[in-house]
Structure formats: C-alpha cells, structure tokens
C-alpha cells in the first residue's frame, strides 16, 4: 500500500498488514520516502494530519510498531532501517522523553529499540540459535550500527531505563540486553556501567593510584554490578515475563564471563539466598519459558565460574539443567521452538567438557536428542519433503545435529553408541545433501565429531560411503564457505595414517582443492587446509611426501615457519615434523633446505612465545636427532639452536621439555664428546637442576649469568629422561659410544 499522509488509521492499517506477510514487508522496505517518513516521526510526529482524533504521542507509538514489525525477517528491511538511522530516531526519542510523557510510550520505544538491536545483533552475531546468513553489505552495516549501540552515551539513554517505574519498560530494556550482547567488549561495557549518581560515588571514592579496570572489578564483586544487581532484583518480582526477561539478561551477561557467574553464586549483603540459587529455583516455575530460560542461565553460569578451574563444575545444579532438557526434548506437547532452545541450552551446558559430555550420556540425554534428530528427519530425499518442510523442523534439526556433535567430540563409547546402537549415520547423511546451508553444516559437524573414532572411519564412513559423499561437499567451489570449512575439519580425520579413505582421496583431487583453499583470506580456512596437510604426511610412505611437497612447495613451507600467526606456524613446524618421521624423511628435509635456513626456522620455532610451536619444534629436533651423525652435526654447527633449546628447557612445559630432552639423549648416545659444548651452552647444568627439583620451580643459571626459573610442575617424565642423559655424560664409557 502507499502511504503519503501519515495518521493513527492509517498507520495500523500498515501494521496490520505487514505482521506475518513478507511481501508487504519487503514492498514497505523498498518505500524509501515513507520509511523516512515513519523514523522521523518517532522524533517529531507532523503538526498536521487528516485524523484530529489522534496526538502525537499516539503518532509516534503506531509508527513504532510499525518500524518493530519490519525490522525481523526482511534484509532489505532492516538495510532502510539502519541507513534511515532509525537506532539513532529511537535513542533520540527516549532521551527527550518527560516525566509527564504517557507510559505507553516510553514502552512502544524501548520495544521498537529493542527489536531493531535484536534483528540488528542477529546479522552481527554470533546467532543465538543456529547458522544465518546475510549478505556482506548488510553485515557490514550492522556491525556499525551495533557498534553505536554500546557506546557510553548511548547506554546512557537506554540502560538507566532497568530502573523504571513500568515494568513494560524493563522488560524491554531487559530483552535488549539479553538479544544484543554478544561480545566481550559489549559484554564488558554493560556490566561495569553506573548510573550518574553511583558513577560519581565511585570516582570520590577512587585513591589515585588505583586502576580503572581494578575499580571496576571491585565495584562488581562489591555490588553485583548495577545492571546485574537490578536484574537480579527482577527474578524475584511474581512478573514472569520480566523474570523471564531478567534472565535472558544474565544469561548474555554471564556468558563466559568468570566475574559475573561468580558474583552470582556467592552470598550477596542482607540476601536470604544467593543469585544463583534464585535462577535454580525458577528452574521449577509453573512456565516452561521461564525454566528454559533458567536454565540456559544457569549453564552459562556455570560455565563460566568453573572455566578458570577445570574440574569444579557443580554437578548437582547441572544435574537440574539436564533434568529440564530431558523432559522438555521428551514431551509430545512442546512446541519445536521449545526443543530448539533445549538443546542450545545442552549444547551451552556441556561444550567442550568431557565429564559434561559422559554425563548428559549417561543420563540418558543423548539418546533422546538422536531419537528426537531421527524422528524429523526422512531418509528418502524427495522434492516435496525439502520444499515444505517447516522452518521450525529445519532449525529444530539443526539444532539436534549440533549437540550431538558436541556430547560426542571426546568419547568412543560414545560415538559408538551414536553410530551403532542408535543408528545416526543414515540421518547424517541424508542432512548431507539438504538444499539447507545450516542443515548442511550441522550434517558435516556431527560427521567430524563421528570421525575421531578410527574404528567409526574404518567402518561406518566407509561402509555407507558417507565419507565420500563429504568429500564431494568439501570439493564443490560453489559450496557456502562455512559448510567447506566444517567439511574441512573432517577431511582432517578421514586422511590420518589409520583411515582407508587417504589414498582415495589422494587420487580425487584433495591436494589441489587444499592449495586452492589455503590461498584463502579466511585464517581458520588456512590453518585447517594446513593441518589436513599434515594429517596427511603422518606416517606417510617417499610417494606421499613427494607429492605433498610438489603442491606445497619448500620455498612456501620455508616461508610458513616464520609465519606471523602462530597458527600457521604451528601447523607448518608439524608438517617439517610428520615429513621426518623417519631416516629417509630427515634425509629428504635436509636434501631439500639449506643449512642456514632450516636452522633458522628452528630457532623461530624455540623463541615463539606460542607453546604449540614450540612443543611441534622440538619434536622435530628430536627426529633430527636420530637422523645420521652428520645431521645431528647440524644441531652443533649453529650453536644459537643449542642456545633456543637451554632457553625453551627452562620455560616449557611438559610435552615440549622431554622431546628437547630426547633429542639431547640421541644426541649424546651418538657422541658424547659433544658433552662439553651441552655443558657450555648451561643445557648440563639445567639437567642436574631438573633432577633436583622436588615440585614447584627450580632456577638455573645460564652461561652468561642470567637466572632462568624452570617451571618443573610434576614433570616426571622429564626427569625422567634427564638422569638418562646424565648418567651418560658422567659414566658412560666413549668407546663404546664411538
């Protein structure tokens, strides 16, 4: 419809017709000069209309509702709303407001602000609730746009409204703080801000040799944060749509945020219970919104008070997360977006936590989950099926594939029983081929946790050809980058030593179709095409080398070990490494790189401040080491390795010391007139410290005077290998090692 003179009929009218009706949505969208229209009147309505029966505070709450309308499920939509700086109109608006202004306004705009961050949060994201895709333009936009959100002047605007007396208000301003924080720095921002009155309490009361930060920390942990402490303060309210709001809030707040989840669960001052006892008990409320709502909290905060010590989880609160999720996931009667929320709540609970994971196994959650996974998905692929499915089945599917993928990342008994006993293999599959971009991507995500199993690639990737049928996902260039890119880290599995797969997928194209995706600016892209490279090289037979390193190239693998990014270096020095497993390998290595240069890879890799470099680069010292005497000469003509080994001994940890170590009793075994030069270069004096130790740190003096603190933690294994070396240098005999 067109619409020129904007009043109180025809704008529900507009509203009206745009709810649920994407046509309208996108006809309004492309109506330049009345979205213009409709954002200019949330700052100042016309001072004339045809309809004398409506005000201007009516004007402005209708075309509100109408902007709220629009901006969800409309790209061009939501691009006229953010180039009209509609985020900016409702801000302005809600700044100018008066005491004396109708409470139905104030809601109306802390609704429409709310909707339009949400939709605007949603393009940023991360989702909150699967994969999206939106086109790069408007990506691009958001991000400016959320940017603004959350600088300090705007949080002045909105923020201060937690406090208001309608509870309308709150819950919109509640809502918005739970949809659109989804970074760090937002995250950050939000929780250390104070209201004027408090913020000049704080700066009084501020010595001056105090840092900001540390202020800020203190005053959280003090107070709970005056965010989080009215939101807390909501929980307990009878309103069940602010309690539930209050803890979608907390929920975004908490996230992975060690601050918040602990302040959370201790005592608060003249508190009859803690924070998170209250979200425990909401677990029960008589709403299902407010117990998933509860529960997603409560994992978050979990989560996040456990994170700085492994192990500390508390089992009984998780325990009544997993209680909601099984029953929930079990119902008939709930809603699939119900189940959708479920399980990202299980996902958030147990990702990357092994005990977590075992858990929600044994407790019978995961079977229910790939039950619920077969159940909506058919197996006999037919037009009609992709074409009518539901938007809430495709994301309900989603979502199950992703948490399985996540409970079963770490445990075999586990991908056993998702393979095996409850049969997930052929619904994986069929999601394969899904014209969906996110059923795809989960598809090929639970492949990958499915594939750390040998005996799963061995037998069920190769029986039902699944394996293959990634391959050709991961070779199509057309294919979405996301989908290419998890389809990556499974090819990563399927061409290690043990899978039957490699050599097939040697001779179908995976060497070029890895070259073509390294030359991709996406860093994650390169270090994944990287490690199935080096995947591909462990326990490789001449051919094999031969063939990598034609694609690869030794000048780019030369340039790669002092790569900027750690990333990339790490997975460089593993290639050099797998390359020389082996005597013919080290001969290869050093048949193909000159002296000088290798020995200076090495040493970037020893001085990297990154422990995964050094750990692979010392490990391939420790190959060199068992070459042939002239390649362990190597070792001893640069002497700044010698230096870069007794340097990386005394900072290491563990599983970097003992191949440093190792190499050094190749070393030693081979010629042990090179004693003198190990002792030289402080390395001898360094072993004798490490055998000394009886925990903790031990310190070592170098050749030039310097103390060196050796973080020797229950290293045993290292010391281990030390008295070997040392025996050697004072007993052994050197004809007999000659």
């Known amino acids: 419809m067109t619409v020129r003179t904007i009043t109180i009929s025809t704008l529900k009218t507009l509203k009206n017709s745009v709810i649920g009706n994407p046509a309208a949505k996108l006809a309004l969208a492309q109506d330049t000069a009345l979205i213009h229209l409709l954002v200019n009147c949330l700052k100042q309505p016309p001072t004339s209309y045809a309809d004398t029966q409506g005000s201007h505070d009516d004007i402005r709450i209708e075309s509100a509702h109408v902007i709220a309308s629009i901006s969800y499920g409309s790209e061009v939509a939501l691009v006229s709303l953010i180039r009209a700086n509609a985020l900016h109109a409702f801000l302005l608006a809600l700044s100018n407001l008066k005491p004396h202004d109708a409470v139905q306004l104030k809601s109306a705009l802390a609704r429409g602000l709310r909707v339009l961050s949400a939709a605007i949060a949603e393009v940023v994201g991360p989702s909150q609730l699967g994969l999206r895709t939106w086109s790069p333009d408007l990506r691009s936009e958001a991000k400016v746009a959320l940017s603004y959100l959350f600088e300090f002047d705007c949080l002045n605007i909105f923020l201060p409204l937690l406090a208001d007396p309608s509870s309308q208000t709150n819950i919109a301003i509640a809502q918005l703080i739970g949809t659109t924080v989804r970074s760090e720095a937002h995250r950050n921002v939000v929780i250390e801000w104070l209201p004027p009155a408090e913020r000049s309490k704080e700066i009084k009361g501020r010595r001056g040799w105090e840092k900001k930060e540390l202020v800020n920390s203190s005053s959280l942990a003090r107070q709970g944060g005056w965010v989080v402490r009215l939101l807390v303060n909501f929980l307990q309210k009878k309103d069940i749509k602010l309690q539930e709001a209050a803890l979608g809030a907390i929920s975004s707040l908490a996230m992975e945020n060690t601050v918040v989840a602990t302040t959370l669960t201790r005592p608060w001052p003249d508190a009859v219970d803690t924070p998170f006892n209250i979200i425990l008990n909401l677990m029960k409320s008589r709403s299902t919104d407010v117990q998933l709502a509860a529960s997603l909290c409560a994992a978050h905060v979990l989560r996040a008070a456990a994170s700085h010590h492994p192990g500390s989880i508390d089992y009984?609160?998780?325990?009544?997360?997993?209680?909601?999720?099984?029953?929930?996931?079990?119902?008939?009667?709930?809603?699939?977006?119900?189940?959708?929320?479920?399980?990202?709540?299980?996902?958030?609970?147990?990702?990357?936590?092994?005990?977590?994971?075992?858990?929600?196994?044994?407790?019978?959650?995961?079977?229910?989950?790939?039950?619920?996974?077969?159940?909506?998905?058919?197996?006999?692929?037919?037009?009609?099926?992709?074409?009518?499915?539901?938007?809430?089945?495709?994301?309900?599917?989603?979502?199950?594939?992703?948490?399985?993928?996540?409970?079963?990342?770490?445990?075999?008994?586990?991908?056993?029983?998702?393979?095996?006993?409850?049969?997930?293999?052929?619904?994986?599959?069929?999601?394969?081929?899904?014209?969906?971009?996110?059923?795809?991507?989960?598809?090929?995500?639970?492949?990958?946790?499915?594939?750390?199993?040998?005996?799963?690639?061995?037998?069920?990737?190769?029986?039902?050809?699944?394996?293959?049928?990634?391959?050709?996902?991961?070779?199509?260039?057309?294919?979405?980058?996301?989908?290419?890119?998890?389809?990556?880290?499974?090819?990563?599995?399927?061409?290690?030593?043990?899978?039957?797969?490699?050599?097939?997928?040697?001779?179908?194209?995976?060497?070029?179709?890895?070259?073509?995706?390294?030359?991709?600016?996406?860093?994650?892209?390169?270090?994944?095409?990287?490690?199935?490279?080096?995947?591909?090289?462990?326990?490789?037979?001449?051919?094999?080398?031969?063939?990598?390193?034609?694609?690869?190239?030794?000048?780019?693998?030369?340039?790669?070990?002092?790569?900027?990014?750690?990333?990339?270096?790490?997975?460089?020095?593993?290639?050099?490494?797998?390359?020389?497993e082996d005597e013919k390998g080290v001969d290869y290595v050093f048949e193909s790189i000159d002296s000088e240069t290798l020995a200076n890879c090495i040493t970037s890799g020893l001085e990297s401040p990154n422990e995964d470099v050094t750990r692979h680069t010392a490990c391939f010292l420790a190959n060199i080491a068992n070459g042939s005497r002239e390649e362990q000469d190597f070792i001893f003509a640069h002497a700044h390795i010698i230096h870069a080994m007794h340097d990386c001994m005394t900072d290491a940890k563990s599983d970097t010391r003992c191949p440093l170590i190792s190499c050094i009793l190749s070393l030693v075994q081979s010629n042990i007139r090179r004693k003198d030069e190990l002792a030289e270069a402080g390395i001898t004096s360094t072993l004798r410290h490490m055998c000394d130790w009886t925990a903790g740190v031990s310190v070592s003096m170098s050749p030039g005077g310097r103390h060196h603190r050796i973080h020797v933690d229950d290293d045993k294994e290292a010391a281990k290998l030390a008295r070997l070396v040392l025996d050697l240098l004072d007993h052994g005999n050197i004809g007999d090692l000659m």
């Not at 147990?350 to 197996?379: Q, S």
């Not at 290419?484 to 039957?500: E, G």
């Not at 030369?558 to 990333?567: I, M, T, Y």
């Open 316 to 580: 009984s609160a998780a325990l009544n997360v997993i209680h909601v999720v099984n029953r929930v996931i079990s119902s008939s009667s709930e809603t699939p977006q119900n189940k959708i929320k479920t399980c990202y709540t299980l996902y958030h609970l147990v990702k990357d936590d092994k005990d977590l994971c075992r858990e929600v196994y044994e407790r019978g959650t995961l079977e229910k989950v790939v039950l619920l996974a077969k159940y909506i998905t058919p197996l006999e692929r037919t037009s009609e099926w992709e074409e009518d499915e539901p938007e809430s089945t495709l994301a309900l599917r989603e979502a199950t594939l992703t948490v399985i993928a996540a409970i079963s990342l770490f445990d075999n008994n586990i991908r056993r029983e998702v393979a095996d006993d409850l049969q997930l293999i052929p619904t994986v599959q069929a999601s394969l081929s899904h014209k969906n971009v996110a059923i795809r991507h989960a598809a090929c995500t639970c492949l990958r946790a499915l594939s750390r199993a040998v005996a799963m690639i061995r037998t069920n990737i190769v029986d039902s050809k699944i394996g293959m049928e990634l391959f050709a996902i991961f070779k199509k260039e057309d294919e979405d980058p996301r989908v290419i890119f998890a389809a990556l880290n499974t090819i990563c599995n399927l061409v290690n030593d043990f899978s039957p797969l490699r050599p097939k997928l040697l001779d179908q194209g995976l060497l070029p179709r890895l070259m073509q995706l390294f030359a991709s600016d996406d860093i994650n892209m390169r270090v994944g095409a990287l490690w199935a490279i080096r995947n591909t090289l462990r326990k490789s037979d001449p051919s094999t080398r031969q063939t990598v390193i034609t694609h690869l190239g030794w000048p780019r693998l030369v340039a790669l070990c002092n790569d900027s990014h750690p990333e990339i270096q790490e997975q460089a020095m593993s290639i050099l490494q797998n390359l020389a």
